[in-house]
């Protein structure tokens, strides 16, 4: 086994694991706000086709990327590689419009290093201080960016001749590892945002949130207080 399988089967492994500790002992333990209650809106039709179009793209890449790496740790042939690539050029092009799209409302803020500084995802507090979107998001967003732009610069590079077969060599490891990051990241993400945080998913899927959902969430963000703000606008 591989130096890249055996940390791939540890990062992910690890992560999934850590996430099922953190449901069990906190996650799960959260309250359901917002039963019943008026819903705002939270993402508009265009931010939710963002998301699903990620995640699907997403998906596919990792399962077809990872189940040659880690399977038998050798390159992608045949109709594995067909929808490797054409899914990968998607995703590359979502992750830029989802740049466009969302990078006001992930830029760093006073309020987001307390938020780190009460423990984050981890605390069991409801008045955590975050905007639209937590520091773990908008941290996880620009990393994402850079990793996704590093995973297909080091592609394209390992595909280009002149450089050599010990440089292409050495792009195809970047790419390994840099989605190997992303993945693992990406995971993480996935549950904070969903699992961890009750009504979630139905925010992705409906694009609406519960007030009491926002205010115990995103306490700073206008969803959750006095006139629902549009989505991707910051309250006052």
Not at 86 to 105: I, M, R
Not at 131 to 154: E, M, N, P, Q, V
Not at 181 to 193: F, M, R
């Amino acid at each position: 086994m591989s130096l890249f399988q055996i940390l791939s089967i540890l990062g992910i492994g690890g992560c999934v694991g850590v996430a099922l500790l953190h449901y069990v002992l906190i996650a799960r333990r959260q309250p359901h706000p917002g039963h019943g209650e008026r819903r705002v809106r939270r993402y508009n039709l265009w931010e939710r086709l963002i998301h699903v179009v990620l995640a699907v793209t997403f998906l596919v890449l990792a399962v077809t990327g990872f189940w040659a790496s880690i399977g038998w740790d050798g390159p992608m042939s045949g109709y594995n590689l067909m929808i490797h690539t054409t899914c990968g050029a998607v995703f590359a092009v979502c992750v830029a419009v989802s740049l466009l799209t969302w990078a006001a409302d992930h830029a760093l803020a006073r309020h987001d290093s307390r938020w780190l500084a009460r423990g984050g995802g981890f605390s069991t507090r409801g008045d955590l201080p975050a905007g639209r979107f937590s520091a773990c998001d908008k941290i996880y967003f620009w990393l994402a960016g850079l990793l996704t732009l590093a995973a297909l610069l080091s592609m394209l590079l390992s595909m280009i001749p002149l450089l050599g077969t010990d440089d292409q060599h050495l792009m195809y490891h970047v790419h390994r590892y840099s989605t190997l990051v992303l993945v693992i990241l990406t995971i993480w993400h996935g549950y904070t945002t969903t699992v961890a945080k009750p009504g979630g998913v139905g925010a992705i899927l409906s694009g609406r949130v519960s007030r009491s959902w926002a205010r115990r969430y995103h306490p700073l963000w206008g969803g959750g207080r006095g006139e629902p703000q549009q989505a991707g606008t910051q309250p006052d």
